[in-house]
């Protein structure tokens, strides 16, 4: 299987079905941290539930809708970043992640998104990178400006999160965007 290294130990690869068993070990140890703002604890709470929801973005890859990719640092899965929407006709793409709270801190969810979105613009020909966020994730929204995206709007308690409505920011970079802002070094 092949790495991008991420640098300071860690690197970006697939995640796939058969890595299930090490999927489930690294959401256990982070379902409280990741529950917070990401459902994904919530529909992966056992191995089967894992497993099926790591085949979802296997077929979503082999149908070219979608990508799955896990960060590790030190060998050890830690989180993780994905295209949950990939729309080669409208050219338009919606990254997300994330990530444990002992691998927090250390820039790998922004290292790892570049890397997914330079090859979303460069290789695959995206137009438009969306990332929505609950707007009390910080540490998210964070990683939007990090990535110079822009804030287009907030869907006003759009989501009925465990109970409680959260409002959703809309964060975006065109390619020429994105392209410009690596020519120039920006937020690299």
């Known amino acids: 299987m092949f790495a991008i290294p991420l640098g300071d130990g860690a690197e970006l690869g697939p995640l796939e079905p058969w890595q299930a068993e090490e999927f489930l070990a690294h959401m256990d140890r982070g379902r409280d941290f990741i529950g917070r703002y990401v459902g994904l604890p919530d ?3 056992d191995l089967a539930a894992a497993r099926r929801w790591l085949q979802v973005y296997a077929d979503k890859a082999a149908a070219d809708t ?3 990719y896990g960060i590790r640092l030190d060998g050890r899965l830690v989180g993780g970043v994905l295209f ?3 729309d080669t006709a409208t050219g338009t793409c919606e990254a997300g992640c994330w ?3 002992a691998a927090s801190g250390r820039g790998l969810v922004t290292r790892a998104v570049r890397v997914i979105v330079d090859w979303a613009v460069d290789v695959r020909g995206m ?8 707007s009390g994730n910080h540490p998210s929204i964070n990683v939007a400006k990090r990535l110079g995206m822009t804030l287009e709007g907030v869907q006003r308690e759009n989501d009925p999160y465990r109970g409680v409505r959260q409002d959703t920011e809309i964060w975006a970079v065109l390619a020429s965007e994105w392209r410009a802002a690596r020519a120039g070094g920006a937020g690299r």
């Open 84 to 86: 949950r929407v990939f």
């Open 127 to 134: 137009h438009r990178v969306e990332w929505l966020v609950a």
């Open 99 to 101: 990530l444990e709270p």
């Open 43 to 45: 529909i992966t709470a």
């Open 66 to 68: 979608g990508r799955l």
